[in-house]
Nanobody, 127 residues
C-alpha cells in the first residue's frame, strides 16, 4: 500500500508550537515534491508549504512565512512542518501530499491535484 501518514497535530495555545510529520510507506519520498495543505471546516483547501524532492527549494503561503518551516529527511522517508507562533486562524486539518515532476511553486497551488494524500491531522489553536 502506498500511504502518507500525518502525525503531530493536537491542541495548542496561541503563540505555541507544533511539529507535524508526514511519513511515507510503500514508496520512498526522495523523488517527490511534498506539500502541506490545510482545510478549515466548511472552507476550501489551501496550500501552506512545499518542498522540492532534494529539499533545496521551499515555498510558503504568505500567511505562514516566518512562522512555519518545512523540511525533509529522505533517509527517514519523512517530511516535517515546524509551526511556530501559532495563531487561532491556523486551526485546520493539515494534509501532506506528494507528486513527482513538479516544482515547489506549482505544488503550492495543487490543492486537489497531488497524486498521493494523507488522511490529515487536526491542529487546533485555542486558549
Amino acid at each position: 500500500q502506498l500511504q502518507l501518514v500525518e502525525s503531530g497535530g493536537g491542541l495548542v495555545q496561541p503563540g505555541g508550537s507544533l511539529r507535524l510529520s508526514c511519513a511515507a510507506s510503500g514508496f520512498t519520498l526522495d523523488l517527490y515534491t511534498i506539500g502541506w495543505f490545510r482545510q478549515v471546516p466548511g472552507k476550501e483547501r489551501v496550500g501552506v508549504s512545499c518542498i522540492s524532492s532534494s529539499g533545496g527549494s521551499t515555498k510558503y503561503a504568505e500567511s505562514v512565512k516566518g512562522r512555519f518551516t518545512i523540511s525533509r529527511d529522505n533517509a527517514k522517508n519523512t517530511v516535517y512542518l515546524q509551526m511556530n507562533s501559532l495563531k487561532p486562524e491556523d486551526t485546520a486539518v493539515y494534509y501532506c501530499a506528494a507528486q513527482r515532476g513538479i516544482s515547489g511553486s506549482t505544488c503550492l497551488a495543487l490543492t486537489y491535484g497531488m497524486d498521493f494524500w494523507g488522511k490529515g491531522t487536526l491542529v487546533t489553536v485555542s486558549s
